[in-house]
Nanobody, 124 residues
């Protein structure tokens, strides 16, 4: 079992920045893929970015390339999402997710554990 707890969401103006955190605890997850997804009202859950915990290799959605950065801190067992140049269309609930094994990091069905989500609202 892996537990995920997100924090860091809030209200920010367009062009601003936020950093989301996801505290990871539970069974050994050093070989897991960790990811951020988001979901706006009335839409499907959307892939944002993923990272392979073991070697730090990352995967990013085209919609956030150059603006969002995923990272992890092994010592703190924490996953991060640094979000810059935020746009109103980035408004959503952001979820942290963990996968024991996936060949498709962008597919939410490949993830075994999910956090409760944190709201990010970007005003225009």
């Amino acid at each position: 079992q892996v537990q995920l707890v997100e924090s860091g969401g809030g209200l920010v103006q367009a062009g601003g920045s936020l950093r989301l955190s996801c505290a990871v605890s539970g069974s050994a997850f050093s070989n897991y893929v960790m990811a951020w997804f988001r979901q706006a009202p009335g839409t499907e859950r959307e892939f944002v970015a993923a990272i392979r915990w073991s070697d730090g290799s990352t995967y990013n959605a085209d919609s956030v390339k150059g603006r969002f950065t995923i990272s992890r801190d092994n010592a703190k067992n924490t996953l991060y999402l640094e979000m810059n140049s935020l746009k109103p269309e980035d408004t959503a609930v952001y979820y942290c997710a963990a996968s024991r094994f996936t060949l498709a990091p962008g597919n939410p069905r490949g993830y075994d554990y999910w956090g409760q989500g944190t709201q990010v609202t970007v005003s225009s």
